[in-house]
């Protein structure tokens, strides 16, 4: 006999997990955002995740752009940072995520550098 199987990522599962926690017999919707090596993100509406169809199950929230002017440290300056997805448009992932620090801090310490030795001369 078959047995059903859905694949899907980490992201969208946990949000499904989490909705039929929090939501008991209520009929609200449930987001999700799960920061580690990347950022899983996850949107349960109402009526569940769609699995199917045209719908876009959960999301990909980690590779929106980031809106850098509001993330400060002089960021909005500075080239964007390349995600892990190859993007080079400053995905939100980037920059909020253990696979970002490296570029952050070698952002940081080049500011700081820079503030440096503009204050010395």
């Known amino acids: 006999r078959p047995i ?3 694949v899907g990522n980490d992201g969208d599962f946990g949000g499904v997990g989490e909705a039929a926690r ?10 999700l955002l799960a920061p580690g090596s990347g950022l899983g ?11 199917s169809g045209d719908h876009f199950a959960g999301m990909e929230g980690g590779h929106m752009p980031a809106q850098l002017h509001l993330l400060g440290a ?5 080239e ?7 993007r080079t448009w400053g995905c939100v992932e980037a920059y ?6 490296p570029q952050y801090i070698q952002h940081l310490s080049l500011s700081l550098s820079l503030s440096l030795s503009l204050s010395l001369s």
Request: net charge positive.
């Open 4 to 6: 059903p199987l859905t």
């Open 96 to 101: 909020t995520t253990l696979s970002g620090l």
């Open 22 to 31: 929090v939501r008991g017999d209520r009929k609200v919707s449930v987001a």
């Open 74 to 78: 002089g960021l909005a300056e500075a």
């Open 80 to 86: 964007p940072f390349k995600c892990g997805c190859g």
């Open 41 to 51: 993100t996850a949107f349960i509406d109402s009526k569940g995740l769609p699995l």
